[in-house]
């Protein structure tokens, strides 16, 4: 043992021991694609070590889509590539050989029932994360397989070009352990949701290992907003609207569908969406704004017709009123002081260049853009691996024999709608299969 801790386990004829067994691959992160990978190279009859950080594995899975685990989707693979960034065409390999058809297959066969929700998600259908997590556990749950908790590997350690082994860290006894083998998968997830266990580590390990990282940026979250009246909008929750994103020249994107505001900003499924563009823009460090239509079935012609009969309607009645049939409560203190309108006056003193001003307001009411909330906010992390250094085809560096890399640590991220998780499980299961292709 060196003088930090290192425990240096017997060394066999170019495959690790640890405790006396022989391990044949080993996998760095017991999440989403870690797990799969381990199972699929047991079932293929690898010898798999597996060495999660965390007290248990696949604590992200269990919570993700809300505790419902949205799996993956059934978008065909053109769509389904389109939705993942920077350029999914890198998937195409992976999904050929492990797509979406074979993960809902993959958990029914272990008798998790999986359903098909708006928007073409799956999943299960007990509405249970933890019936994913232990179907794959299950899966794990083999003869071939060892799991390590609290281990958090370090580093690879490389010669000549090959993977010779792993060091990672005991967290119970904070010794140093140095393990040999050939075939290493790095599948330790991104930065974001740092409880989850996801802290980065992985770039530090590929960057080591000589292997370029672009930039680290978080996707699907939150905006912070730089809006005069937050306090008095927090907690609406706004369905069926428009949300244009900004910048000082022109419109870049925009969604329908639902928001909601925090304490600091806008949140909800069409935020999240935006909120990669915004990220990457603010951090090129452009101005950035949203524009709110609440009224997006109505044209401005329909919108001024339809503010006209509403006066017309409350006539002679307070201009609150009329605002009352336009929009939740909570935002008619707000619309009045952005437009000046005096919601005590009488509807029928509206003047036209009024109504023009509350019409502009339904269906463009700005909101400046501040920033995005920090990554471990973040559902995703965009950013990663640099793919022209990994094979589309078997998940291996083109830099390092026999290290391998899936999940979320690549250079790719997707939107909402359980294509990260596909990604993961398909880059994970080929990952797998390429070790017991290479090994023969
Ligand atoms: C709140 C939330 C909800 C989500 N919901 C969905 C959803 O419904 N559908 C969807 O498709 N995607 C969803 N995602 C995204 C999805 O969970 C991830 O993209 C996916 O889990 C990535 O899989 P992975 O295996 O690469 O990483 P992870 O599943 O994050 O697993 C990485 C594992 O590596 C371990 N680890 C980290 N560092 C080390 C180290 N140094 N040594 C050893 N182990 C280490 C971690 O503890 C972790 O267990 C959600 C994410 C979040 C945060």
């Given amino acids: 043992m060196s003088s930090y801790g290192l425990i240096c386990p017997e060394y066999n004829n170019g495959a690790f021991i640890l405790g006396g067994k022989r391990y044949d691959f080993i996998i760095a992160g017991g999440g989403a694609s870690g797990l799969m990978a381990a199972g699929r190279a047991a079932e293929l009859g690898l010898k798999v070590l597996i060495l999660e950080k965390m007290k248990r594995p696949a604590v992200k899975l269990s919570i993700t889509g809300k505790g419902r685990c949205n799996v993956t989707n059934s978008a065909p693979l053109a769509e389904f590539i389109k939705k993942i960034k920077p350029d999914g065409r890198f998937l195409r390999q992976v999904f050929n050989r492990f ?26 259908e007990s509405d249970k994360a933890q019936d994913i997590v232990k179907a794959l556990l299950k899966y794990c749950e083999h003869d071939l397989i060892d ?26 006894s904070n010794k140093i352990i140095e393990v040999k083998c050939e075939n290493v998968l790095v599948a330790v997830g991104g930065d974001c949701y740092h409880s989850t266990g996801t802290t980065g580590d992985g770039y530090k390990i590929a960057k080591d290992a000589g292997h370029k990282i672009e930039k680290i940026f978080p996707a699907l979250v939150p905006v912070e907003l730089d809006f005069k009246y937050q306090k008095e909008i927090e907690g609406l929750h706004l369905k069926n609207i428009n949300l244009s994103l900004w910048n000082d020249r022109k419109k870049l994107d925009e969604e329908f569908g639902e928001c909601e505001f925090n ?10 969406k935006l909120s990669r563009n915004v990220a990457e823009l603010i951090g090129k460090g452009e101005n950035l704004h949203f524009k709110l239509d609440f009224k997006p079935a109505l044209d401005d012609k329909k919108m001024d017709n339809r503010l006209i009969r509403e006066i017309e309607k409350i006539n002679k009645g307070r201009v609150y009123d009329m605002l009352k049939s336009l929009m939740p409560l909570q935002l008619i203190d707000i619309c009045a002081k952005m437009t000046g309108l005096n919601t005590d006056g009488r509807c029928s003193d ?3 260049e009024q109504r023009k001003k509350l019409r502009l307001w339904l269906k463009s009411m700005e909101l400046k853009i501040k920033d995005v909330f920090p ?66």
């Fill in 99 to 124: 797509f979406s058809d074979d993960v809902v297959g993959f958990f029914e066969n272990r008798g998790v029932k999986i359903k098909l929700e708006r928007g073409g998600r799956y999943f299960p």
């Fill in 350 to 352: 509206l003047n036209g």
């Fill in 263 to 272: 304490k600091k900003g806008v949140t909800g499924p069409i935020v999240l």
């Fill in 375 to 440: 990554i471990n906010e973040a559902i995703v992390t965009a950013g990663g691996i640099n793919l022209k250094e990994v094979n589309p085809k078997t998940m291996e560096s083109k830099l390092v024999s026999g290290l391998y890399f899936s999940g979320e640590i690549l250079n790719i991220d997707a939107d909402t709608g359980g294509y990260n998780l596909q990604a993961a499980f398909s880059t994970g299961f080929v990952a797998a299969e390429s070790v017991r292709e290479k090994i023969g």
């Fill in 147 to 172: 799991i390590r908790t609290q281990a958090k590997v370090e580093k690879m350690i490389i010669e000549n070009g090959q993977v010779s082994g792993v060091t990672y860290k005991d967290l119970a």
